[in-house]
């Protein structure tokens, strides 16, 4: 697996750097031995770290033949950085070097005490014998910088003028270092153990100076303003860029309209109305475990909203004390923009006591959620979050059993399903038509499996699937904020949906009451990228796009906003470096995702469903799939494309809260657009 790769290409710069640093070393003591014996004895020992280092320099090389299987996009920085960096200079160790401590450590096994091997030990300071192994130890201290701390992306002109501009000056001193050697050999020289540790200690007072000076810089310059308008921050991604850019036609500039004006219907008495209260509320499950959370009108989920396609539908949201502030956003329905709920962009949170009006028509029925945007790494898991089903003209059908399952897992470890903490039964009547509609509102992706029936996946991210097929045995994994409706025909027997992270809870339906089914994952995940049957798109794989929009995701360490985090970060940057995607009403825009971090990224545009071009550069054959979030799992490429139809400024962002809460977040922007609404530690708003 992917992720395992990226752990194991970690472990292994490290041992590469270690090992010929260390081969290195005994390389230089080599030379300044004078007894035969000892001579002998480190030319033995330093062939053999060499020939360690040597393997760990060939694991590496084989890692990036795998990293390219993937793709070039997941091998292009191994081959442009660590290829001429590590993998060159090694296999010039084995050619130069290994072979002339070979010959010292013959010469010296027949020679006698009187008359150590001199000619052989000054061969040692030669440029070709002593300095390959030190350019990979210094190459492989680059690549795993590189690797996991600081990724180029594609597109990597000026990482290759700064990156080969320090190995380069890292070189010369090194070459610097070897000549002062080489001389002093030849002179019989060799400066006092106080010139030595004085030099030593200096080299490392600079560098330890460097780095903590690099700490101070890179921690405060992470700081996000106190106040900043979201649709100022992340400039434009540049014309034409390819790899990491946007690529789309030149426009004047039109005049800056507010988003407060891209509102639903001011008017009219709506079809439903829903008021939800934002309180603090100490929760105890089913299970017995309690948990300090907020709720919408005090459960957990909140109430159930259910709508008819394109009714007027008014919600009014009170905040009676959460006192970081609330709002509600619509996972999945393409409302207005000033009806999204993201404050700081489309609003100002909702603070304590006060109260918000959101109205609007939903386009398109299927299954939906709704969650808090404010601080919602923490508002959505503490419990402010609901189901939202939108059913097609006239409403719900009397014919079918529909079951939302709302999945949220508490502090971590608490799985529950619509609230509940332990295997909840259900009695249907054989013959019944069942639909199931699965919402992960966690971070993390879910893996589900439906035991003792056939079933039919009939819904994804509220779109129906065209022509789809029975299915037996086959698992369904569903990222954060995803959706899938699942049906099928009540047996004589009992059914058991479950989740693989807790496999013993979830839901048992029984035809009479009694009985049990034990849930089995051990079946392969179905491939929606190939289910059901195809259907005419008004675009597609053939289409020119307007725009073309690359985003290579990738994880290291480093700091946001002050901390010290594990970042996930998009074209090498994070939030609000990330460029916008500018576009115009009309537009046809073609997004390829790269993921080459360890972890799934689920991304969530607001406003749009995007069409499944193609996973892995496969192209999809199935169904049409119109998402609104994105799965890509680690070493996975898709391409998606989708018109810009709902005019506005958009959050485009990871799912997994946790990493859109330290950076993981871009933006949508129509050209015309501003808001008034700012964010930062100084203002109500804190979006993630």
């Known amino acids: 697996m992917f992720e395992a790769l990226v752990s194991t290409d970690t472990i292994v710069g490290a041992v590469l750097i270690v090992g010929w640093a260390w081969a290195s070393w005994r390389l230089g003591r080599l030379t300044r031995r004078t007894e035969r014996k000892k001579i002998a004895s480190g030319g033995t020992w330093t062939a053999v770290l060499l020939l360690i280092a040597g393997v760990a ?62 000619v052989e030990r000054t061969a040692l300071t030669d440029l070709r014998v002593a300095l390959p192994a030190r350019l990979t130890a210094v190459g492989g201290a680059f690549a795993l910088w590189l690797g996991f701390f600081k990724q180029p992306v594609p597109g990597l002109g000026d990482d290759i003028a700064l990156y080969y501009s320090l190995f ?213 898991r503490a419990g402010l979050y609901g189901a939202f089903i939108i059913d097609p003209p006239p409403g719900p059908e009397s014919s079918v059993t529909d079951v939302p399952v709302v999945v949220h897992t508490f502090a971590g470890q608490i799985q529950t399903i619509n609230g509940i903490d332990r295997l909840e039964r259900s009695t249907i009547a054989p013959g019944t038509r069942v639909r199931l509609r699965l919402i992960n509102t966690d971070s993390n992706s879910r893996k589900f499996a439906l035991t003792g029936t056939p079933w039919r ?27 899938y409706d699942v049906e099928f025909t009540m047996p004589a027997a009992p059914v058991r949906l479950a989740t693989s992270f807790f496999p013993d809870k979830g839901l048992l339906f029984t035809p009479d009451g009694s009985g049990d089914r034990e849930a089995d994952f051990t079946g392969d995940e179905l491939d929606t990228n190939s289910y059901g049957t195809p259907a005419p798109t008004p675009f597609g794989r053939d289409t020119k796009p307007t725009r073309t929009v690359n985003w290579v995701m990738d994880n290291h360490f480093g700091f946001f906003d002050g901390g010290f985090h594990m970042v996930f970060t998009v074209n090498g940057k994070l939030f609000p470096d990330v460029g916008s995607t500018v576009v115009r009403e009309g537009d046809i825009v ?67 809260l946790d990493h859109a809460a330290i950076g993981m977040v871009m933006h949508l922007a129509y050209e015309g657009w501003t808001t008034p609404f700012e964010a930062g530690t100084d203002t109500p708003n804190q979006p993630e």
């Open 57 to 118: 320099a060939l694991a590496k090389a084989s890692l990036i033949a795998l990293f390219l299987t993937y793709g070039w996009e997941f091998g292009a920085n191994y081959v442009v950085f660590a290829v001429p960096m590590v993998i060159v200079p090694a296999v010039l160790a084995f050619v130069w070097t290994l072979p002339a401590v070979l010959r010292l450590r013959r010469a010296a096994r027949g020679a006698d005490d009187a008359t150590p091997p001199s």
């Open 168 to 380: 380069l000056l890292a070189a010369a001193w090194q070459v610097v270092k070897l000549r002062r050697a080489a001389a002093q050999l030849a002179a019989g020289l060799r400066p006092a153990f106080g010139v030595r540790a004085a030099r030593t200690g200096a080299a490392v007072v600079a560098f330890a100076a460097a780095a903590i000076l690099g700490i101070v810089w890179s921690a405060s310059s992470s700081k996000l303003p106190g106040s900043y308008n979201m649709a100022d921050h992340g400039h434009a991604t540049a014309a034409g860029a390819g790899h990491g850019g946007v690529t789309h036609v030149a426009h004047d500039k039109p005049t800056a309209n507010s988003i407060t004006a891209l509102t639903g219907p001011r008017d009219g008495k709506p079809d439903k109305k829903f008021t939800l209260t934002a309180r603090k509320a100490k929760l105890t499950l089913p299970g017995g475990a309690t948990i300090d959370g907020w709720t919408y009108n005090g459960t957990v989920p909140g109430p159930l909203l259910r709508a008819t396609q394109n009714e007027l539908v008014e919600v009014e949201l009170i905040n009676q004390d959460v006192d970081a502030g609330v709002s509600l956003h619509w996972h999945g329905i393409d409302v207005p923009n000033a009806e999204d709920g993201v404050p700081g962009l489309t609003q100002d949170a909702v603070p304590p006591g006060g109260r918000h009006t959101y109205r609007f028509r939903p386009p398109d029925a299927g299954s939906y959620w709704y969650h808090s945007h404010q601080v919602s790494s923490e508002q959505v």
């Open 457 to 483: 996946l009939v819904g994804i991210d509220g779109s129906r699937v065209n022509g789809p097929g029975e299915v037996t045995g086959k698992l369904l994994e569903l990222g954060g904020g995803g959706r």
């Open 590 to 656: 073609k997004v390829r995702f790269v993921n080459r971090s360890f972890l799934d990224h689920p991304m969530h545009l607001h406003g749009h469903h995007v069409l499944v071009l193609s996973r892995n550069d496969k192209p999809a054959s199935g169904s049409p799939q119109w998402l609104d979030t994105v799965l890509v799992r680690p070493g996975e490429t898709y391409e998606v494309m989708f018109r810009a139809d709902n005019p506005g400024l958009w959050m485009d962002h990871c799912h997994n």
